[in-house]
């Protein structure tokens, strides 16, 4: 076999030539194709990618619409059942208000004609009606811890914060004289209206303790017609009120948000198990013949590619191992393969081997 090849004249430099050429085009084709394949893939795959976006894009925005529907319907029944429940609510109150005005009415009777007599008392006497407050009597017929709370109150505004107050408006900086000034100020002013006060209380201090013990009913009338008023307030049940029309009608509503609640439930499931699928289908039925077109265009190029690089390895082959190992790596050009034919046509040499070696001579 190295004997042939070397013994070979210008038929066999032409073949193998030929078998060079066609090695080349091949390696030629296979960069050709190997382009045209990544092209033809990233089209296949843009047009894949966005097949696949339509459908989640219009499948969302289906199911957005779907559900859009409903949550207003849910809104609008929703907004009605919020207000009938206002209004329950806004009839009670005034139900529950008429009950407590009834079942406080003989206390605030009571409670007025006691204090028409403490009023009476005070007119009987001639005791001016200013002193008839909670401020005096806690202050001096004090009783319980509400009149103690009044009494430190009042201490703590007559000898603390008025002092301070007098101080800082009129002598604010002027050193602790003027703030013992501001003291004895206040001591004078408030002791001497205790005092003067205090002969009133004395003078008619039977009539006083008359009032007193009126004003003690009072609060103890007061009391009583909280207590039936919180009992009001906590009682659960609304039967006195004659609300089951209202009732009724809050019934309806939540029954209807409900049915809607359950009919949306139902509708979302049937979409995303059989009308998503149904969009998905109608899409890629309408791109079907694109994609179609891109496969195939892909295909081709793959098969091609596929068939040209399976040529290209057998010619590798074939001429790795029939002629480079005999003739050389260097010799297996176009160019020299020329040169070596033009050297045998022009009686240089007789065969490949002589030819090859003038070649090599002239380099």
Known sequence: MDKRIL????????GIKEQLTELNNCRERENELEVKEKEAQQNLT???NAVESEIKSVTRQRREELESTFDKQLESVQGKLKKVEANKEKAKKKAMSQRIHEETADLRKEEEELSLAGRA??????????YNNRWFFALYFPSGLGDIGIV??????????????????????????????????AILVFGGLYLIISKTKYKHLDALKR????RKQIRENQKEQRKIKRQIEKDEDENPYDLKEFDREIEEYKKSIQELTEKKKKALQEFDEETAQEIQRQIKETHEEELKALKEAYQRIYDERKDN???????????????ESILGKEVLTVEKLDKMAE????????????????LNQEN
Request: no cysteine; charged share 25%.
């Open 46 to 48: 843009q047009k894949e």
């Open 309 to 323: 690089l399976e040529k290209l390895n057998n010619l590798s082959v074939k001429v790795s191992t029939e002629y």
């Open 152 to 185: 430190i109150l009042t201490l703590a505004l007559a000898f603390f914060a008025v002092p301070f107050g007098i101080y800082n408006i009129f002598f604010e900086g002027m050193g602790t004289l003027y703030l013992g000034m501001s003291y004895v100020i």
């Open 343 to 358: 050297t045998i046509r022009e009686g240089k040499a007789e065969n490949i081997k002589e030819a090859k070696e003038v």
């Open 211 to 214: 009032v007193k013990e009126i």
């Open 121 to 130: 008392v005070f007119k009987e006497k001639n005791i001016p009606l200013m």
């Open 7 to 14: 013994e070979g004249g210008i038929e066999e430099v032409e």
